[in-house]
């Protein structure tokens, strides 16, 4: 239970009200989410997707999902020494 919690209490990659738009900057907003929160250096993305297109409000969404999920990752992964 206490996952799960956890879970939905990590902040959506959309911006509020911004939903409608997802088709034209998931491609975007994943890498970004995934540059932010370390996990990969990912390289450019292939047209019409650009990462300069990306509005800031999609990019703070995407760095507070990111940053989310890199604490809960911090209490709930085993790593191996």
Known sequence: DEIVEDIEKIP???PPG???MFPRYNAQSNRWSANAAGYL???PTRP???LEDLPDSWKKASE???AA???LRKKY???SA
């Open 12 to 14: 959506s990659a959309t």
């Open 18 to 20: 911004e939903w409608f």
């Open 41 to 43: 250096k990912a390289g």
């Open 48 to 50: 019409p997707y650009y």
């Open 64 to 66: 507070a999902h990111a």
């Open 69 to 71: 999920w890199k604490e």
């Open 77 to 79: 992964a085993r790593v």
